[in-house]
């Protein structure tokens, strides 16, 4: 019942006033965008890019008007649905208007982005806004030692005044409180919390130096991000491009132990037990989450939005909380739209969208 009412707050609160591109682009995603994208490539319907470069106005507003009527009388649409595998396009009940509106968005989405074309600045580190992960907890925590001094004193007094079992009972809270506050809560979290969660790898991987210093592209090796839903972290076979020359970190006499893990994995792959090198996964959706990565990337959606920025991490944290109102309030635009990225619109916020 909470989380309802929590739900509903969360999807009654207002948003700025939207252009009408992103009133169109909204009732694209509200009506269509469950089978159809603009540019990237069919799902159960055709991809709409270029839409007006094929086919005559009239008919795309009658087909999206009188949708049965099309699939039933006119050639072409006969046509396409065959090769849609006899998967009909569901009447949608839009007005002319509307449909005009959408063959608006369509046109324009087909374009892609306008405007300045240059990348906008990676985002900094900004070491207050940094997520701390509880290893990185340093000193006493002043208001938990007050209380556990405080604790102490009600314990004293209530030994003093001879109620024995309530004073032992109080001095485990100090205690406790004392532990957590000196130091203890660097080894705890709440449960299913892993905003921060940085583990140490296998190999001591940096993406400051190779996303960092070397400027080495993200999809470079973690291609799937750019096609599937999942990112996925490279073979060994990647690491060799370089490292089958590589030896050393830049300026080390010695050969890196660190390279020589990489190198060794990799020798194994001929042998009867070939070992990829088992890399702790660190960001962990729940399994009744729908997320892809395809549809984020492709929408000019830049990994450090979501991610922070990894090319300064020597190792890696999860810098976002991965909350269901972390993916919906983006999608409700909360968040300032890049200016070189118009096309961007709001993501969908049916709970199908996202659960099934
Ligand atoms: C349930 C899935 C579904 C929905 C929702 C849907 N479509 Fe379609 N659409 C299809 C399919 C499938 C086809 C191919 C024809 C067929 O098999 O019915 C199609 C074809 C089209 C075509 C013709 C494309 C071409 O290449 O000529 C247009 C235009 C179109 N849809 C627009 C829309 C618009 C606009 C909306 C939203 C109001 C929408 N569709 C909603 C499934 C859908
Ligand atoms: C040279 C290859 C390489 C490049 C380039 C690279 N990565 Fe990685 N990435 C890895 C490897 C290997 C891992 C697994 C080890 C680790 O977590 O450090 C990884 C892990 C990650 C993870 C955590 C995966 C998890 O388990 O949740 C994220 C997020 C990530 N990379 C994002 C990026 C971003 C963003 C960039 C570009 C700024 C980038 N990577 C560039 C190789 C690379
Ligand atoms: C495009 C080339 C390239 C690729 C691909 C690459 N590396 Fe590197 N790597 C380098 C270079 C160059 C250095 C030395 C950089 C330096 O010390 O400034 C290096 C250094 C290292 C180091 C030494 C520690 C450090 O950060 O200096 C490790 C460990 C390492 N790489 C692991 C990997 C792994 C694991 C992969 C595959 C996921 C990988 N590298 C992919 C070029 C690459
Ligand atoms: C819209 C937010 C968002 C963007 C943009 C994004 N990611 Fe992710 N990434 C996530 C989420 C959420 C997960 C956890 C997915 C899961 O558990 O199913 C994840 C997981 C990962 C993982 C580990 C698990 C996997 O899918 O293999 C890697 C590696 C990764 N992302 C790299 C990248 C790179 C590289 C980019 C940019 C090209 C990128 N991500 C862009 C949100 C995002
Ligand atoms: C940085 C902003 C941002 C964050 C964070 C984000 N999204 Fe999105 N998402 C978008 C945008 C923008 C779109 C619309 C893309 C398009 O036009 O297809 C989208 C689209 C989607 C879609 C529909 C795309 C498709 O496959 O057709 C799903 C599902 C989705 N997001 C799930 C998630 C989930 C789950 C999370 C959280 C784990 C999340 N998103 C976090 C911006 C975001
Ligand atoms: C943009 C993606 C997205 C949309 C839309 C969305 N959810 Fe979620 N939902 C998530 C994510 C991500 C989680 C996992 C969050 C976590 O574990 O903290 C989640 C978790 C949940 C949970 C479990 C909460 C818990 O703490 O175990 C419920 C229940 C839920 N969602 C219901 C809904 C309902 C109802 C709607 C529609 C009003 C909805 N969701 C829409 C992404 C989404």
Redesign the pocket.
Known sequence: MIKILLLSALFSHAAEAPSQFQKDAALFQAKCAKCHTVGRGDRVGPDLKGLSERREKAWIIGFITKTDQYLNDDPEAKKLLAKFNGVRMENTGMSEAQANALLGYIDAASKGPVGPEEEPEPAVEDPASKVRMPEEARGPWLPGVAAALLLLALAAAAWQFGFAVPAALVLALAAGAGYWSLGGRRYHRLLGDQQGFAPAQPIAYSHATHAGKLKID??YC?Y???RSD????PPVSVCMNCHNAVRKSAGAAEPSAEIAKVVAAWETRLSSAPRAIEWT?????PDFVH?S?RS??SND???Q???GPVQDMARVRQASS?SMGWCVNCHRQQKAVAPSHWKRTGGPLDCAACHW
């Open positions: 993200c999809l973690h799937g991000a750019a999942v990112a996925g972290v996964r660190i960001h962990d959706l997320f990565h984020h990337v959606i830049r990994c939005e979501c991610h991965l």
